[in-house]
């Protein structure tokens, strides 16, 4: 899978945002979101995790008269996450796999260095 970098999607996972998911799963999921708070919205990490929410939720086929953009991404991504039917460690796995997708990205595509 192809993976474009956005900036302006880091808009929409605000730390607030984030935060606001960290109490709908596990301990493990809990961890892996207080991990993310005080990092940097330009770090690997921080925009792996968009990455991933984004695949998750299908943002890219969100459309701005769709339900789920009438509801707005902070709603849209709680539910998302809510509605897993994998498991926590598959969430961390889908994770990692974003993780490792920014990181070849930044380094075939931009002099981006963390």
């Known amino acids: 899978m192809t993976c474009f970098f956005h ?66 991404c902070i709603l849209c991504s709680n539910t998302t996450v809510k509605r897993y039917k994998g498991s926590d460690q598959s969430l961390l796995d889908l994770y990692n796999e974003a993780k490792i997708d920014v990181v070849i990205y930044m380094k075939e595509v931009t002099d981006y260095d963390e």
Not at 8 to 17: D, Q
Not at 23 to 43: C, K, V
């Open 7 to 72: 900036p302006e999607l880091l808009n929409y996972y605000l730390i607030s945002a984030v935060r606001l998911l960290s109490d709908i799963r596990s301990e493990m999921w809990r961890n892996l979101i207080n991990g993310l708070i005080n990092l940097e919205p330009t770090s690997q990490e921080r925009i792996a995790f968009v990455l991933m929410m984004v695949r998750l939720g299908g943002c890219f086929t969100c459309q701005s008269d769709s339900f789920r953009a009438m509801r707005g």
